[in-house]
């Protein structure tokens, strides 16, 4: 496991060094670090550039101590003062930098696995008496906090980096606003750039709140066997939470702050919408009852002086008034300066100061009371885009058969193009979709019921290699799943994928924090909703898997383990190879499996591909031969002659790798019980005809 290298070079330089001395993970009173030597946080191992950092990625700088007096020389000294303070010296013995702890003879300094530098009381003691967490950088480690103590006074934010290669203090600043409504704010000098939207104990970008009595924070803990990851203010502002890859070994940007011209703080005025599908105007509107402050400044594109009322407010005495509020659905909330609903409406109307209020506190699903009431210009308002059934149907030509490319036992897959100027376009010109459109008839309300439950949990599935969910639809008589799509017709960009399926795999299997099993791994044309399955959970009541996908313990007798997946991932394997449905005829295992026997490879490959010149094309031939020897021993009939995902990953992508013989593979399966449906709503079969013989 990878863990935090903590290095005391010369500041002002930023070229790698040589390997430095490694000191173990603490010191204490009498053992000083001098330049080049490291600790090394327990699990490390590549200790090889200054500051704490990340030991599987040079570039990932966590903390930097001395941001604003680097070091001119390589003769930088890091020592624990016999009271608990550390003191960075530079080579005359001034004092460059230094901590405020004050302890004990006996304290020693310590870098936890967590990246955090602490102060300890004594060597086997847990009490911390100074920790760098508590003195943040440009990054947020899972553990760290953002916000303010509102005894002492004391707050804690990220500050951006000067420049990609000098750390000392730049102009952006991401702190947690206390006054009114928290929220996450960055800050360019004294200025407001973008804001989250205040929390409301739901949603607020996945971050949950932490409060106490005395503190109101914001902060992330990382589940045990996760990816590494972390939150970054970069030079120019930007908010970036970022994720370990360890199959390419680069960090993976989850998104990216301000996302849009809407996302600029403030930016049509108060009173003022901002719109990112309103180019035409600027991107900005005024809410319903008032017009442009400035029309003339409006003409010329420049909103930023607001809106104002149309018609003066009549206050009255909050019963006789003629006034009423407007609602204004799916917007972000403005900014803030906490009854029921009817309370505030009254205190609202009663008082002329008060212009606008709104749900705020929502804890319990709905069943808390807390409101906002607005009494300044609300300022900071943005339209968040709809996303309509009626793209969709424009984009599938209203859901034609002739842009059907596949169809499965709860719906049909439609390929649809988007229009150019469509937000879920991209800004990709022509952007294809595949779209599922469930049959609802063919779903029992258990499985409607579970939909958005479905689609929650795969939003959160982020990885490059698992098809994107775009958009869904759950309203009225519509269930839609809207994905990316993409041409795959070379044998390169088809091994492409074959790969990308199985890091997929692997990453729900070992790279989520939990152990997860997808359990309907199915045809590249017909996908949706699954449930996902963690290997801990029993007693469930549903054994859905897509014909023909299904491995023979787990159709005969339920029994769930990873091998079921590694199964699955067989048949689609062999599918993208030879452009053939496991439902074909004959038994499509029986024709893989015959061929194989008779040495006869190129028959297995599409005839969609470019065939070679002649067999003496050995690339393609090798890689062919790999993916279906690996396909047959993924299909075998027991789940202890399957390889694990991970080491099935490592021969696919390796010419070395040395495999076993396959035996003869499970040439068909059906079920010996009714599929009982319940807990997927994409690909499975629901069967409720009478049990039938299993030929597994």
Not at 272 to 277: E, I, K
Not at 309 to 318: H, Q
Not at 371 to 400: C, P, Q, Y
Not at 409 to 422: C, K, M, R, S, T
Request: charged share 20%; aromatic share 8%.
């Amino acid at each position: 496991m990878a863990s935090h290298v903590l290095v005391f070079l010369s500041l002002s330089l930023f070229l790698l060094g040589t390997p430095a001395a490694c000191i173990s993970d603490m010191f204490d009173h009498g053992r000083n670090i001098t330049d080049g030597e490291t600790l090394v946080s327990s699990g490390g191992d590549h200790p090889e550039v200054p500051w704490i950092w990340f030991s599987v990625s040079e570039t990932a700088v966590c903390w930097v101590a001395n941001r604003e007096r680097p070091l001119n020389d390589t003769s930088g000294v890091l020592v624990l003062g016999d009271t608990g303070r550390l003191f960075l010296l530079d080579g005359s013995g001034q004092v460059v930098w230094s901590s405020n702890s004050v302890g004990a003879a006996s304290a020693v300094a310590r870098l936890l696995h967590s990246g955090n530098l602490v102060v300890l009381r004594h060597r086997n003691s847990s009490a911390v008496l100074w920790q760098s967490f508590d003195h943040p950088s440009n990054t947020l480690l899972p553990g760290m906090k953002t916000g303010k103590n509102l005894w002492t006074g004391a707050e804690w934010y990220l500050t951006s980096w000067r420049s990609a290669n000098d750390p000392a203090p730049g102009p952006y600043r991401r702190g947690t606003q206390t006054a009114g409504l928290p929220e996450n704010v960055v800050w360019h000098g004294g200025a407001k750039k973008y804001r989250t939207g205040p929390w409301n104990a739901l949603w607020f970008n996945g971050v949950p709140e932490m409060r106490s009595p005395g503190e109101v924070t914001y902060g992330y803990h990382a589940k045990a066997g996760a990816p590494f990851s972390l939150l970054v203010v970069t030079e120019d502002g930007a908010i970036q939470p970022l994720v370990w890859d360890p199959s390419s070994r680069a960090w993976k940007t989850f998104y990216s702050t301000p996302r849009d011209v809407c996302d600029a703080y403030a930016r049509c005025g108060p009173f003022g919408l901002c719109n990112v599908n309103a180019a035409s105007t600027s991107f900005c509107g005024c809410a319903k009852g008032f017009g442009p402050a400035s029309p003339s400044a409006w003409r010329m594109r420049e909103a930023s002086g607001g809106c104002r009322r149309n018609v003066p407010l009549d206050c009255g005495n909050g019963t006789t008034t003629t006034d009423g509020f407007v609602i204004v659905r799916n917007v972000k909330l403005p900014d803030t300066h906490n009854a029921s609903v009817e309370e505030c409406s009254a205190r609202c109307l009663a008082n002329c100061s008060c212009v606008a209020y709104a749900a705020a506190d929502i804890r319990g699903g709905g069943a808390g009371s807390g409101r906002i009431i607005w009494t300044h210009d609300i300022v900071d308002v943005r339209l968040w885009m709809l996303r309509l059934l009626a793209t969709v149907e424009k984009a599938t030509g209203n859901f034609s058969k002739t842009n059907v490319i596949g169809e499965g036992a709860f719906g049909i897959v439609y390929e649809g193009q988007l229009p150019n100027d469509h937000p879920l376009a991209g800004g990709l010109p022509g952007r294809k979709v595949a779209v599922k459109r469930l049959k609802l008839s063919s779903l029992p309300n258990r499985v409607l019921d579970d939909f958005p439950r479905e689609v929650a949990v795969m939003s959160k599935l982020r990885h490059d290699n698992l098809v994107r969910l775009l958009a869904f639809c759950d309203q009225g008589n519509e269930r839609l799943l809207v994905y990316d799509v993409r041409a795959s017709l070379s044998w390169p960009t088809r091994l492409e994928i074959i790969h990308g399926i199985a890091r997929g795999v692997c990453y729900l299997h070992e790279g989520t924090g939990e152990i997860v099993i997808h359990r309907d791994l199915k045809p590249i044309a017909d996908f949706g909703t699954v449930k996902l399955f963690r290997v801990d959970q029993t007693g469930t009541q549903t054994v859905v898997v897509s014909p023909g996908y299904a491995p023979p313990e787990y159709a005969k007798d339920g029994d769930m383990t990873l091998k079921c997946d590694v199964f699955s991932f067989g048949v689609v394997l062999l599918e993208v190879v030879s452009g053939r449905r496991n439902s074909a005829e004959p038994s499509h295992l029986s024709h893989v499996w015959k061929l194989w026997e008779e040495h006869r490879i190129m028959g297995l490959l599409d005839p969609a591909v470019p065939r070679p010149c002649s067999d003496s094309d050995a690339d393609l031939l090798s890689e062919l031969r790999r993916c279906i020897h690996i396909g047959l021993l993924c299909v075998q009939r027991s789940p202890g002659h399957r390889p694990a995902m991970s080491a099935a990953l490592a021969t696919l992508t390796s010419r070395t790798s040395q495999l076993d013989q396959p035996r003869r593979p499970v040439l068909e399966c059906r079920t010996t019980r009714p599929l009982l449906a319940g807990e997927a709503t994409g690909g499975g079969a629901i069967v409720e005809d009478p049990p039938r013989v299993s030929s597994c």
